[in-house]
């Protein structure tokens, strides 16, 4: 199809042009990414919150399980069809708070023995009240994958750096972390500095189409027309296509 479009006649293009759109398409495909991971923020620290806000009335008022379970049907049925606020997922984000701020002390105690380089850093990124920033630029099931993986918070903190600068899927970070790659490599890595992932990667890919993103701001049945409209103007596309060719022919 492609092949075939592309040898239909058209105005001759000048210099430069197809730099100049090699440009573009990287400019778009970065947009998107960074617009996606944006909502992924919000959404990200959403679940964060949530999770302290459980974890304080818990601690303040006994809440158990049986208020648990019915704060999750309550709040689907206020939002129907929202998929994040399912039961599992709320404890998620219990789990999800938790993971980082009851490792605060031990990592500021290992800080104050290292000073400078990673550990210090990964100290800074760390405290109550603000959520480390590479958490919010990963996908939720990615931060799902690091807590129930990774038990030392230090170590899923590495994970989250990594993962958003080699743009990992969260199969390949699975992988990473089952093979042990913090153990092998860790410590000699100390370059945190990049904080998007590479706008073709499979991070990207998976943040751009993450449906707990688009289900989160009531995206999805609009995201549906648009395939169905998408497939369409493909079929009227290649109609055209085909019946050019033909009046060629004759």
Do not use: C
């Amino acid at each position: 199809m492609t092949d075939i479009h592309n040898r239909i006649p058209g105005p001759d293009l000048p210099d430069g042009y197809a730099e100049l759109l090699e440009d573009l398409k990287s400019r778009i495909r970065t947009a998107r990414v960074k617009a996606m991971l944006a909502v992924n923020r919000e959404l990200v620290l959403l679940y964060w919150q949530i999770g302290q806000s459980i974890v304080e009335r818990q601690r303040a008022e006994g809440w158990g399980k049986a208020i648990i379970e019915r704060l999750a049907t309550d709040i689907q049925a206020a939002f129907p069809g929202l998929k994040g606020f399912s039961p599992s997922n709320i404890w998620r984000m219990r789990a999800f708070y938790l993971a980082y701020t009851k490792g605060i002390e031990n990592l500021a105690q290992a800080a104050r023995e290292r000073p400078t380089g990673e550990l210090a850093q990964l100290a800074r990124e760390m405290n109550v009240v603000n959520l480390p920033q590479p958490l919010t630029d990963i996908p939720w099931f990615h931060n799902v994958v690091i807590i129930e993986k990774v038990k030392d918070p230090v170590q899923r903190i590495w994970y989250a750096h990594k993962t958003i600068e080699h743009g990992w899927s969260r199969a390949v970070l699975t992988v990473q972390i089952e093979s042990g790659l913090y153990e092998r490599h860790g410590k000699a890595v100390t370059n945190f500095d990049r904080t998007l992932p590479p706008p073709q990667s499979d991070l990207a890919r998976q943040a751009v189409k993450d449906p707990y993103v688009f289900d989160f701001l009531n995206l999805a049945d609009d995201a549906h027309e648009r395939e169905l409209e998408r497939d369409l103007l493909n079929h009227i596309q290649e109609f055209l296509v085909t019946t050019h060719l033909h009046s060629r022919m004759e």
